[in-house]
T-cell receptor
Framework: KNQVEQSPQSLIILEGKNCTLQ??????????LRWYKQDTGRGPVSLTI?????NTKSNGRYTATLDADTKQSSLHITASQLSDSASYIC????????FGAGTRLTVKP | GAGVSQSPSNKVTEKGKDVELRCDPI?????LYWYRQRLGQGLEFLIY????????KSGLPSDRFSAERTGESVSTLTIQRTQQEDSAVYLC??????????????FGPGTRLTVT
């Protein structure tokens, strides 16, 4: 079983709508959690990073939350744009790094 | 400044041939990673280099896969006797420090390998 589980696997929303992506992990010990965005045909790019003492971090229209007690994180996208269409990957750092399988988001006009 | 570069961008090879993929990390980055990403799938860790320490090869799927890195510069990933299941995008990333310290990884554009 993967130590980092993301849901949903894929998501389709209309432009302008909000959405929330989930990441649950069992990685221990835990030191940090990072969300990456991967556009089709490109390498992933970091959006946010949080340590165990942080419970929210924003980057423009992207807001990540972390609950280290329940080992859950979410990425909220506000007022989605067509360019938000991508895969969003949750990566949890501990003794090494564990990748989630990603959520494929499609924003339609 | 220059990001992570990879070459070739695309490689088509016949089953059974050897291939060599190259990664040029960002200057000064001590950590370097290789990943494999099959179509529509998540990133699969292959190998991690950190400075002059012994690399973490725990993700290499078989002994046909090997990687080298010269100091803190260029790395090559070699796949011997390629199989069709090796077809994927191979991504390289580099970062400033230890992976457990959460340094951001900067990814290259990848090499798309197709084994016919």
């Amino acid at each position: 079983k993967n130590q980092v589980e993301q849901s949903p696997q894929s998501l389709i929303i209309l432009e302008g709508k909000n959405c929330t992506l989930q990441c649950n992990y069992t990685v221990s010990p835990f030191s940090n959690l990072r969300w990456y965005k991967q556009d089709t045909g490109r390498g992933p790019v970091s959006l946010t990073i949080m340590t165990f003492s942080e419970n929210t971090k924003s980057n423009g229209r992207y807001t990540a939350t972390l609950d280290a007690d329940t080992k859950q994180s979410s990425l909220h996208i506000t007022a989605s744009q067509l360019s938000d269409s991508a895969s969003y990957i949750c990566v949890v750092g501990g003794n090494d790094m564990r990748f989630g399988a990603g959520t494929r988001l499609t924003v339609k006009p | 400044g220059a990001g992570v570069s990879q070459s070739p961008s695309n490689k088509v090879t016949e089953k059974g041939k050897d291939v060599e993929l190259r990664c040029d990390p960002i200057s000064g980055h001590t950590a370097l990673y290789w990943y494999r990403q099959r179509l529509g799938q998540g990133l699969e860790f292959l190998i991690y280099f950190q400075g002059n320490s012994a690399p973490d090869k725990s993700g290499l799927p078989s002994d046909r896969f090997s990687a080298e890195r010269t100091g803190e510069s260029v790395s090559t990933l070699t796949i011997q006797r390629t199989q069709q299941e090796d077809s994927a995008v191979y991504l390289c990333a580099s970062s400033l420090g230890l992976r457990q310290e959460g340094y951001e990884q900067y990814f290259g554009p990848g090499t798309r390998l197709t084994v016919t």
